[in-house]
């Protein structure tokens, strides 16, 4: 299996640029989480699916961030527009519904720098 | 303020020596992850602790799940190079996971 898919691996933009992640879960998992990394605020959870649906949401900073995944295989993250406070390291993570106490599978993350 | 507090945040010691780090927690969950980090890459789980006082083995790590399941520690006994990295702890009680901030380990050779 190849893992959690994730791309690009490193984005560098501008402020006011829209920035778009993207993730390919583990085949057969019906778990997304995305992720955001920072020195400061350490690992915080910004969204999770269940079969394609978002369920809990709290954790995206603002409007600014949207997450979609249209179907099993693909999740996109977007900011809009970026800002240099949203610099960080997004990881994308998939889990399977009845896994041992809910293991997640990260991606090797996507290194964000907003100018 | 973190639900999970990792103690010591920062870690360089000597190939060869034992450490133990720490997390804690005001609240009881019903299990209990440890994660390792290296650079450039995702967090890696290592081991789940459910059972309060339970103790797991990993080669050289030793996890314990302390009695009232606040809290957990991990050692390490005759630390390598390549047990170098960020070690996670995160409560699993459903798939809202939350992650403390971690303590970053460094053995130098």
């Known amino acids: 299996d190849a893992g959690v898919i994730q791309s690009p691996r490193h984005e560098v933009t501008e402020m006011g640029q829209e920035v778009t992640l993207r993730c390919k879960p583990i085949s057969g998992h019906d778990y997304l989480f995305w992720y955001r990394q920072t020195m400061m605020r350490g690992l915080e959870l910004l969204i999770y699916f269940n079969n394609n649906v978002p369920i809990d949401d709290s954790g995206m900073p603002e409007d600014r961030f949207s997450a979609k995944m249209p179907n099993a295989s693909f999740s996109t993250l977007k900011i809009q527009p970026s800002e240099p406070r949203d610099s960080a390291v997004y990881f994308c993570a998939s889990s399977r519904k009845g896994a041992s106490y809910n293991e997640q599978f990260f991606g090797p993350g996507t290194r964000l720098t907003v100018l | 303020t973190q639900l999970l507090e990792q103690s010591p945040q920062f870690l360089s010691i000597q190939e060869g020596e034992n450490l133990t780090v720490y997390c804690n927690s005001s609240s009881v969950f019903s299990s209990l992850q440890w994660y390792r980090q290296e650079p450039g890459e995702g967090p890696v789980l290592l081991v789940t602790?459910?059972?309060?006082?339970e103790v797991k083995k990993l080669k050289r790590l030793t996890f314990q799940f302390g009695d009232a399941r606040k809290d957990s520690s991990l050692h390490i006994t005759a630390a390598q190079p390549g047990d170098t990295g960020l070690y996670l702890c995160a409560r699993g009680d459903n798939n809202d996971m939350r992650f403390g901030a971690g303590t970053r380990l460094t053995v130098k050779p």
């Open positions: 602790v459910v059972t309060g006082g």
